[in-house]
């Protein structure tokens, strides 16, 4: 399936708002709802939409601190780290990475002693380095276009 100008738009318009009616969508793209319907059937068929889900404000929970945390992991540990972490409830985010820190993982936490916390049991995995997000200059951007490959 080529992806033109117009499954573009439709994607762009699901971005900002997973919920907006087809017949809006239809609207703002210049298409009938019955087109709009079959090019999103066939994004999803395809796996370029894999899903619409709710965006959660985790601050207005009570969990105002965003944190990342890199660690190098202990030699013959990487196994036993990703099955902890997927259990540990305050981290949303772990990539596995390239370079001396060979996990990134970002959370969310309370408080100072929240935080304390945290670095205290994933510290037995390895060497960390934490850092607190004093303000997000990019979250959840829009794709709204392919990408440009420079050069």
């Known amino acids: 399936m080529q992806i033109d100008k117009l499954n573009w738009a439709i994607l762009t ?9 087809v017949k809006d969508i239809a ?13 999103i059937q066939k994004l ?11 965006k959660i404000n985790i601050e207005a929970l009570g ?4 944190v990342f945390i890199s660690i190098k992991v202990r030699y013959g540990q990487t196994q036993n780290f990703m099955e902890f972490v997927n259990t540990v409830p305050e981290i949303f985010e772990c990539h596995q990475l390239t370079g001396r820190d060979c996990m990134q993982m970002k ?5 100072p002693s929240h935080l304390q916390n945290l670095n205290s049991r994933l510290s037995a995995y390895g060497e960390m380095t934490t850092s607190l997000v004093l303000s ?16």
Do not use: C
Request: aromatic share 6%; proline share 7%; glycine share 10%.
């Open 27 to 39: 609207k703002t793209v210049g298409l009938s709802s019955p087109a709009v319907s079959e090019r």
């Open 44 to 54: 999803e068929d395809l796996g370029i939409i894999e899903g619409y889900t709710a």
């Open 107 to 111: 959370g969310y936490v309370k408080n």
């Open 13 to 21: 318009e699901l971005q900002k708002d997973a919920r907006m009616a």
């Open 63 to 66: 969990y105002p601190l965003a």
């Open 136 to 151: 997000s200059v990019i979250s959840d951007k829009v794709l709204d276009g392919e990408m440009p490959f420079p050069g």
